[in-house]
């Protein structure tokens, strides 16, 4: 992946515009140190910073079309980009490079608009049709590269991050209330939503339009579709399922093993990125692979023993990241600066370090297990889901301004997805400022669009936490500021087999009993495993990434810390409630005192958080 930004309808002079451009390049050349591509015509300005990793002569961008009337540049990777060169061939084009964002130009003369449907990778892409006078945006189909815009006076201002955007001199920096409510609410940011009012995130699976003098507009271009739970299936018995998942990994494993530079491995200790590490061994039988993992010296949130199991079986050479608590604090400026959102948990600050070691160790690309939980039932959401079915659950009833509430928001009265929201309403409301809580209605996110509801009717339960993770949890968050964010802050490229759209869409045929049999997640996907790694790692239970959170910090003593829960600090900024910050602070630093994650919330992380990135981007106080 690279780094890409720009903007359409500038009334400014070349020579202007190609200093702004430069500026805004700027702001991302961690994501692109080894090359700048400019393009400045007729009020289009198109910038690219380069992480060479494919066709490593040729692949500057940006790329052009047969008459040079077509500019594009390309994110990421294009998987299937041979296949659609030898296509593209015999229809008559002609590409001067391997370098796969080439296909990128042509595809769009093909096709019209309809080209990104022929894509298969992991990408964002942004072209520009002189003729027609036409911009198109694309984010690939689970948001694994990043795309943000904004419509200011007339210009499209877009960025692969959004602190490029704001170099841009239209762009106010404004905090959207609603972006807060969000990270607060759910486990991150949902697209379109930003933490930046007016700048929009492209969501997976869409693409963006402008046409000068008229608003964008956004379509979707896939999505994943569950099938309904009364639907009639062919049946096949478990061992079809098995050999056609083993064949569909196998196959993106080879597929993101695409690269003229080095490919590493993330092994995080656990069952998906120890069978994608066995694969990519598998297929490279002789290479030296270089794998990396987070560490902690503290016992219970260590999966140190794990990962060197790993490592031995798969003959990687191994380097291991131990973060200490005070470095999880010194980190948190940098990691803002990328995520550029707030946090609930500071593991990022982990993933930053690591990523670190990725590129002193001199490697750009690394492949992940990212995905296998959402799409297995990986989490204990779903075994919660699973007693509920089969009456084992206890328990309260559910109030009915709860029930009402689930079923506005998912379709079910008694699916509860992460906590109960009609109660955590007030928690929020103790937290926010007075200024703040006289708009919690308005900028209340459940009381906002989210996911297409209709995508959820007659879903198992199984296939609709499924989607939800997929949408809430998944694209922007993890995804997101946990993933490509930490990455490219070291210029590193993260892939993740798992999310491969062809495997994706088998996978969403598999019946929900081979997913979760009984209460054991991930029930087919380990019997896959087990041909393929150590039976301690496939009988694991889950265990979910944490790091030392806010009570950690505290107990630290750190000033930086400090200053950002000041209660002086807190009033004049206006967004949080200094009475309540002041509670929770003496609450948290108390001895022996834990946070138990992920069944309650860091509310402090968030704040300290907020905190910086308000720091970090000079956003203005609320004053309401």
Known sequence: MCGLTGYIGSRRDPQTDRALLRQMNGAIQHRGPDSLGLH?????????????????????????????????????????????????????????????????PHLYEEFGRDFVTHLDGQFALV???????????????????????????????????????????????????????????????????????????????????????EPPKEWTYWDLVYPRADATVEPHDESYYTDRLEELLIRAVEKRLMSDVPVGLYLSGGLDSALVGAIMRHLRPDAEIASFAAAFSEREISEVEHQRTMSRALRTRHHERFVHGEEIAARLPQVIRHTECPLKESFDSAAHALSETVRDQGVKVVLTGQGADELFGGYIGYRFDQVRRTGQAGGNPVDLEEARLRARLWGDENFFYERNDASFGATKAALYSAQVRRRQREIDCLNHPLVDRERLVGLHDLHRRSYLDLKLRLGDHLLGDHGDRMAFAHSVESRHPFLDRELVEFVATIPPELKLRGLQEKYLLKQVARNWIPRSIVEREKFGFTAPGSPHLLRQRDPAVDALLDRDRIEADGYFDPDRVEQLVRQYAEPGFRINVPFETDLLMTVITFNLLVDRYELPPYRG
């Open 40 to 104: 400045v015509e007729h009020g289009t300005a198109f910038g690219f910073s380069r992480l060479a990793i494919n066709d490593l002569a040729a692949g500057d961008q940006p790329m052009y079309g047969e008459r040079g009337q077509i500019v594009a540049m390309t994110t990421g990777e294009i998987y299937n980009h041979r296949e659609l060169r030898s296509m593209l061939i015999a229809r008559g084009h002609r590409l001067r490079t391997q370098c796969d964002a080439e296909v990128v």
């Open 127 to 213: 072209l520009y049709d002189h003729d027609e006078r036409l911009f198109i945006g694309a984010r690939d189909h689970f948001g694994v590269t990043p795309l943000f815009y904004a419509y200011e006076n007339g210009e499209l201002i877009f960025g692969s991050e959004i602190k490029s955007i704001l170099e841009h001199p239209a762009v106010r920096r404004e905090v959207d209330l609603v972006g807060l409510d969000q990270v607060l609410t759910l486990p991150g940011l949902v697209s379109p939503r930003t933490m930046f009012r007016g700048i929009r995130s492209v969501p997976p699976g869409t693409a963006v339009e402008f046409r000068a003098g």
